[in-house]
């Protein structure tokens, strides 16, 4: 009976003993895992390939020599990308989702459906003393760029956006844009207001070494020239620029890539001009991951407003070993578009998501 007692002690205690390990393993786990969850990025660098989506990435897999940037991200997610309006978005209400997380009509430039202006995250964060930046191989007041800065009910008031420049906050811009500054039909000088509220001003070159003062780089009267037309290394060359002046700031940046005219090939129906802008794109995405690495402390995002051109990559007829670039539309698609993660937060980009969620996303990694 003592012997039987005994056992039964040693039974249940091992049996408790047991259970309270794997209790123990459990709540580890959960903690480990919330820990991992709540990592936020000191800085984001948001890169959006207009027009990109996963034919125009995956022409890269078939069209670069060597293995493409976009294969280096450990996260993939897609965006639903309707507008308020219309079930296929265009370029402006496609990148005000991504600035002020809000559904708007097509050709609304950070203003809501009701054209009320809504705070964009570079507002929001150079509050906060963030720094911010703003490429493109538009003009600056090309609808994507436009939105991080300005909010005017039509993305053709090329004027009024640029008007929103001197006040933005904006530490570094780079792109093109030069005539709506200085050539305005309201005779406005506003690279003189530029200048007079602290801007460097450059419109020959890009610089090799970023300036202390804020950056205004105006490198084409109007769009960047196209990458057939010797555009060169402007878009990887003014990221690494951007990320060294923005980086010294202590409270972190955020800082909007726009790969602009993989649109215009797509628009064009025109394979060769918008795989150079992809490939050029892809270079871009390496300069941005290979800072995020060494820093460690950087969110990297790629995506797209749209798809353009309902481009595929299809069989040249019964030949499956060639493959024959072709395009459904002149216009926009309504397919879901790719998102890229890489970096502290990049598991929150898993999943199917609206275009908005891009915003509200970031804004939660931000928010300490
Ligand atoms: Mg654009
Ligand atoms: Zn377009």
């Known amino acids: 009976m003592k012997f039987k007692f005994s056992l039964l002690t040693f039974f249940l205690s091992t049996f408790l003993i047991i259970t309270s390990c794997v209790s123990v393993q459990v709540s580890d786990n959960t903690v480990s895992t919330t820990v991992s969850e709540v990592k936020k990025p000191k800085n984001i660098i948001l890169l959006v390939g207009d027009g990109m989506g996963l034919s125009e990435v995956s022409a890269a897999i078939f069209y670069k020599n060597g293995k493409p940037n976009f294969e280096r991200f450990s996260t993939i997610g897609l965006s639903k990308t309707s507008s308020a309006s219309d079930l296929i978005t265009d370029s402006?209400?496609?990148?005000?989702?991504?600035?002020?997380?809000?559904?708007?009509?097509?050709?609304?430039?950070?203003?809501?459906?009701?054209?009320?202006?809504?705070?964009?995250?570079?507002e929001q964060?150079?509050?906060?003393?963030?720094?911010?930046?703003?490429?493109?191989?538009?003009?600056?007041?090309?609808?994507?760029?436009?939105?991080?800065?300005?909010?005017?009910?039509?993305?053709?008031?090329?004027?009024?956006?640029t008007e929103f420049a001197p006040n933005s906050g904006v530490?570094?811009?780079?792109?093109?844009?030069?005539?709506?500054?200085?050539?305005?039909?309201?005779g406005k000088d506003l690279l003189a207001e530029m200048k007079n509220k602290g801007y460097k001003i450059t419109t020959d070159k890009l610089p090799k070494t970023p300036s202390d003062k804020n950056e205004l780089i105006l490198l084409a009267e109007d769009a960047m020239p196209k990458m057939s037309e010797g555009r060169g290394d402007f878009l990887p060359n003014a990221t690494k620029l951007a990320l060294e002046k923005l980086s010294k700031n202590?409270?972190?940046?955020?800082?909007?890539?726009?790969?602009?005219?993989?649109?215009?090939?797509?628009?064009?129906?025109?394979?060769?001009?918008?795989?150079?802008?992809?490939?050029?794109?892809?270079?871009?995405?390496?300069?941005?991951?290979?800072?995020?690495?060494?820093?460690?402390?950087?969110?990297?995002?790629?995506?797209?407003?749209?798809?353009?051109?309902?481009?595929?990559?299809?069989?040249?007829?019964?030949?499956?070993?060639?493959?024959?670039?072709?395009?459904?539309?002149?216009?926009?698609?309504?397919?879901?578009?790719?998102?890229?993660?890489?970096?502290?937060?990049?598991s929150k980009f898993n999943g199917i998501f609206e275009s908005t969620e891009v915003y509200h996303k970031m804004m939660a990694l931000f928010n300490k």
């Open 92 to 122: 402006a209400a496609g990148a005000t989702v991504f600035s002020a997380g809000v559904k708007t009509y097509n050709g609304a430039i950070g203003v809501n459906k009701d054209t009320i202006a809504v705070p964009n995250i570079v």
């Open 125 to 161: 964060l150079s509050k906060r003393g963030l720094s911010t930046g703003i490429i493109a191989t538009s003009s600056i007041q090309h609808a994507t760029p436009a939105s991080f800065y300005a909010h005017v009910k039509s993305r053709r008031m090329y004027e009024e956006i």
């Open 171 to 186: 530490n570094f811009f780079a792109g093109g844009g030069l005539k709506f500054f200085n050539d305005r039909t309201d």
């Open 250 to 346: 202590e409270k972190g940046f955020f800082l909007m890539v726009e790969g602009s005219q993989i649109d215009w090939g797509g628009h064009a129906n025109d394979a060769d001009y918008l795989i150079g802008e992809l490939l050029d794109f892809d270079k871009t995405l390496g300069v941005a991951l290979d800072f995020a690495k060494e820093n460690g402390e950087t969110l990297v995002i790629v995506t797209a407003d749209h798809e353009t051109g309902g481009f595929t990559l299809s069989a040249e007829g019964s030949n499956y070993n060639q493959i024959k670039p072709t395009f459904s539309t002149p216009g926009h698609s309504a397919t879901m578009v790719p998102v890229f993660a890489e970096g502290p937060g990049a």
